[in-house]
């Protein structure tokens, strides 16, 4: 059974911390492309961060260019992001995502991250 679980999440202050965590299991994620998204509430899902297979290559989205950091484990079969500096307007849920060479899509369940003072 293809699953992703997401974990890490939690209520944060600004300018703090959190390092999210993606476990796949019932499939290898060494032959996809591994992005984090987040959907805030009353908004669309946004894409927030992808890595490529290898890892060697990573993008960003501009609002959290600098901040955060994507990375993955094919050993571990672990995605991760790590997020510095948290604002208000990081509050969202955030999901993995592995996409396979043939488009093939599967999502977690998703993770709550609330940045609130």
């Known amino acids: 059974q293809v699953q992703l679980v997401e974990s890490g999440g939690g209520l944060v202050q600004p300018g703090g911390s959190l390092r999210l965590s993606c476990a796949a299991s019932g499939f290898t994620i060494a032959g996809y492309t591994m992005s984090w998204w987040r959907q805030a509430p009353g908004k669309e899902r946004e894409l927030v961060a992808v890595?490529?297979?290898?890892?060697?290559?990573?993008s960003y989205a501009d609002s959290v260019k600098g901040r955060f950091t994507i990375s993955r484990d094919n050993g571990k079969n672990m995605v991760y992001l790590q997020m510095n500096s948290l604002k208000l307007e990081d509050t969202a849920v955030f999901y993995c995502k592995a996409r396979s060479v043939s488009r093939n899509d599967y999502w977690g369940q998703g993770t709550q991250v609330t940045v609130s003072s």
């Open positions: 890595i490529g297979i290898f890892g060697d290559s990573t």
